[in-house]
């Protein structure tokens, strides 16, 4: 016997994308659309009185756009939302801003605000939303409360671009000599994150705890389109004490930096003359329907016995990271942290994680800063 169905609220100002959302999610078994909004003033009434399971919503519209409906949404009548942005730096900061302020996930749009072609991404657009209807909104309203991290050091740390291989070997040996968290060199421990739905959140719990004189160079999987994951970077590089960026190909890791994989591309690294450096692939095909994904980067860590690995998996949907996982695991020495069920959005990945012991800690998102810095040498 089937299940009750969700009921879905479709919020976008254009007609043509109302009907196509409506009629995709309309094909699931398990949803149904009861409702549509042209603008964000309308979407937040029918919040009210229709009460929907999960909403699907643009940001750019009139009257009230979907960052203001979203806030609106989330103070009176909390509601898992699924963002639908067009890739433009203005509307991808947006997206990151309303996952910031509760939404769920969000899905790029392949062919702008009106997207003749959405039906490309229609598997992405009705799974996300179904999940995103079985969320529990506590975790979506709970408030996100960087502190003040007691590791830090008192000394005042200038947060810096990390330099490139040139400034590298220019360097001085007395420049060498004083600290710098952005010294292209890496302790001998690594920090590994995957996340996926959730995840920005969940990512902002813990990067902002972290002191600015972090002893160790982080990656970060956190599966998003191509041109969110810059715009999330530098949103938690500006809340951050340790530097945050899209990784670039070819760099060097350096201790207190984050490296976000870019939307699009799997992540890798290799020891260098130089150093650990970066490595970015589109070629190969994506895992599990992702690419990044956290399992790429989990394998490639492992070819590198040297290294020894802090490893964390938060929320998200499905199981990318469990094969990585064992491999790493196998291969170097690895202390791995689940999030747990209670703070995850989706409690997915973290679970396959937990199910197959392959985790030595599992810890409240809030936790999990303390939890690295704890295993860290």
């Known amino acids: ?45 029918k919040v009210r009185t229709l009460q929907p399971d ?40 947006n997206a990151v801003l309303a996952i910031e302020y509760g939404a769920v996930d969000v899905i790029a749009k392949p062919g702008g605000a009106i997207s003749l072609n959405l039906h490309e991404i229609e598997k992405e657009i009705v799974e996300k939303v179904f999940a995103a209807s079985n969320v529990g909104i506590q975790s979506l309203t709970r408030k996100i409360t960087p502190v003040t991290n007691r590791y830090s050091s008192s000394l005042p740390i200038e947060k810096k671009e990390t330099p ?58 956190q599966h998003m389109p191509p041109g969110f994951t810059k715009s999330l970077a530098e949103r938690l590089n500006g809340l951050s004490d340790i530097s945050v960026k899209e990784a670039e190909n070819g760099e060097l890791l350096s201790n207190g930096t984050a490296y976000i994989a870019p939307g699009g591309k799997h992540m890798k690294f290799e020891k260098t003359l130089a150093g650990y450096q970066i490595l970015l692939d589109e070629k190969e095909a994506p895992r599990s329907g992702h690419r990044p994904a956290v399992n790429v980067l989990l ?63 599992i810890k409240d998102v809030q936790q999990i800063a303390d939890a690295i810095m704890g295993n860290l040498k």
């Open 164 to 221: 490139n291989i040139n400034k590298m070997i220019t360097e001085t040996t007395s420049n060498l000599a004083s600290f710098s968290k952005n010294k292209a060199h890496t302790a001998k421990t690594f920090v590994i994150i995957g996340t996926s739905t959730g995840g920005p959140r969940a990512l902002q719990e813990v990067i902002t705890r972290l002191p600015a004189d972090f002893p160790s160079p982080i990656l970060i999987v």
């Open 54 to 93: 999960v909403v699907t919503m643009d940001i750019e519209m009139p009257v009230m756009d979907g960052l203001q409906a979203l806030r609106e949404m989330m103070d009176h009548n909390p509601v898992p939302v699924v963002i639908l942005s067009s890739t433009t730096k203005h509307n991808t900061e």
């Open 1 to 45: 016997m089937m299940g009750k169905k969700k009921r879905v609220l479709v919020v976008d100002d254009s007609a043509f994308m109302r009907k196509l959302i409506s009629d995709m999610l309309n094909e699931h078994p398990l949803m149904e659309v009861i409702g549509i909004a042209r603008n964000g003033k309308d979407a937040v009434d």
């Open 299 to 361: 394998e490639s860590a492992a070819k590198h016995p040297e290294v020894e690995y802090v490893t964390v998996i938060m929320t998200g949907m499905g199981y990318d990271g469990k094969e990585g996982m064992e491999i790493l695991r196998a291969s170097c020495k690895t202390v791995t942290i689940a999030e747990s069920k209670t703070t995850s959005v989706v409690y997915g990945m973290p679970k396959a994680i937990i199910d197959a012991g392959l985790s030595d800690e």
